[in-house]
């Protein structure tokens, strides 16, 4: 298993402004993976980190609005741009430890509102 | 990746048996069912990943018929702890990726 964890673990930024959320594990792992969860909602893929390259980004995500770091296999940051109210949400970091990416490890969240 | 549907809530008592079914009518040869379990204010946590027939761990069980194309969660005992939500998903790893679908919001009544 992996352990994850996240900081900032809430913030309340200004519009406009941009944030970046750190994600640390405690071991060298394949993948990661960025999350954006509303109240109430399930979980979006933003993006997969990769490891000396660029990030993929899913439909509707963009670099510009969420530039992607991945600079070695326990870390990782996901920056929110130019944010608006509309950022405001729960940002989740996930690792792939193993072979079936299926089983993944999820860190505590970051809790961002934009005002 | 197939998709998956399962009920959006569900309610039960303290230490009664819970069974969640969800629906993958779509799933592929390679595909495995896997479950999650989310707590309020925390991310989604593994609970079980099986292939076919029946897996069972400390937390729970997963019952798979020979067409697999539903699974069945099953959760022993459940007490106000086991409030959550619960999603199925359904993949082969090969896309490296998992994507979430609505889940089961289980909520234990005392």
């Known amino acids: 298993s992996a352990v994850i964890s996240q900081k900032p673990s809430r913030d309340i930024c200004q519009r406009g402004t941009s944030l970046t959320i750190q994600c640390q594990v405690d071991?060298?792992?394949?993948?990661m993976f960025w999350y954006r969860q509303q109240p109430g909602q399930s979980l979006t893929l933003i993006a997969t980190?990769?490891?000396?390259?660029?990030?993929?980004?899913e439909s509707g995500f963009v670099i510009d609005k969420f530039p992607i770091s991945r600079p070695n296999l326990t870390f990782s940051t996901l920056t929110v741009s130019n944010m608006s109210p509309e950022d405001s949400s729960i940002y989740l970091c996930?690792?792939?430890?193993?072979?079936?990416?299926?089983?993944?490890?999820f860190g505590p969240g970051t809790r961002l509102t934009v005002l | 990746l197939a998709k998956t549907t399962q009920p959006i809530s569900m309610d039960s008592y303290e230490g009664q048996e819970v069974n969640i079914t969800c629906s993958h009518n779509?799933?592929?040869?390679?595909?495995?069912i896997t479950w999650y379990q989310q707590f309020p204010s925390q991310g989604p946590r593994f609970i079980i990943q099986?292939?076919?027939t029946k897996v069972t761990n400390e937390v729970a069980s997963l019952f798979i018929p020979a067409d697999r194309k539903s699974s069945t969660l099953s959760l022993p005992r459940v007490s106000l702890s086991d409030t959550a939500v619960y999603y199925c998903?359904?993949?082969?790893?090969?896309?490296?990726?998992?994507?979430f679908g609505k889940g089961t919001r289980l909520h234990i009544l005392p």
């Open positions: 996930s690792a792939g430890t193993g072979s079936d990416t299926d089983t993944q490890y």
């Open positions: 071991s060298q792992v394949t993948m």
């Open positions: 980190a990769n490891q000396g390259s660029e990030a993929t980004y």
């Open positions: 779509n799933i592929a040869t390679n595909d495995y």
């Open positions: 099986g292939y076919k």
């Open positions: 998903l359904v993949g082969d790893g090969r896309d490296d990726k998992i994507i």
